[in-house]
């Protein structure tokens, strides 16, 4: 373990990093939708410190949409997600190590790493494993899809793509570790 690792877990011990905190007394809190000074929607939660970047729509999704939305998943999600899986095993053996695959490839096997390390959910954690090696194995034997994949990422600007303090705040929430490289958490 890195001295930086070790300060860090000794930090947290007493000053733990900030979380949303109405869900761990209360069902639900008041809030208030807002545009921020980029023009975006916003959602400021009664005792939280930070607005929620976005307005979640999760009233929808669990009223008048929740069949739709279950049907969608399932099929959608549940259904492709078996049938990568099967793709990938049938596959396995044209796979090549990922230490010989192009540069792109290797950075983006390494970022998945990093997510599925900082994923608490066991389902999820098997999930994103499953999305890296597809998804590396793809863009590694198709030229094509992976320069697409490096122009579009390569025009990204990463400002607007780094999680801001607030996407941190309610991110831990999520069940993640988002600063899993500095705390044992």
């Avoid at 983006?108 to 597809?134: C, G, H, Q």
């Amino acid at each position: 373990m890195s001295f930086k690792k070790i300060f860090f877990n000794w930090w947290y011990k007493f000053f733990p990093p900030e979380m949303v905190q109405y869900w761990k007394s209360k069902e639900s809190a008041k809030a208030k939708v807002i545009h921020g000074k980029d023009g975006s929607l916003q959602m400021v939660i009664e005792g939280e410190k930070y607005p929620l970047p976005s307005f979640p729509r999760g009233h929808i999704l669990s009223g008048p949409l929740a069949k739709l939305k279950h049907k969608v998943k399932n099929m959608v999600f549940n259904k492709a997600f078996e049938e990568i899986e099967k793709l990938a095993k049938e596959n396995s053996v044209n796979m090549q190590p990922i230490e010989v695959c192009a540069p792109f490839i290797r950075e983006m096997w390494r970022v998945f790493e990093k997510l599925e390390n900082a994923e608490v959910v066991p389902d999820m954690k098997e999930r994103i494993k499953l999305i890296k090696k597809v998804m590396c194995w793809f863009l590694q034997e198709d030229d094509a899809y992976r320069f697409r994949a490096q122009w579009f990422l390569e025009n990204l600007d990463i400002g607007k793509v780094k999680l801001s303090k607030a996407d941190k705040y309610y991110f831990r929430g999520k069940y993640f570790k988002v600063d899993h490289n500095n705390f044992d958490y």
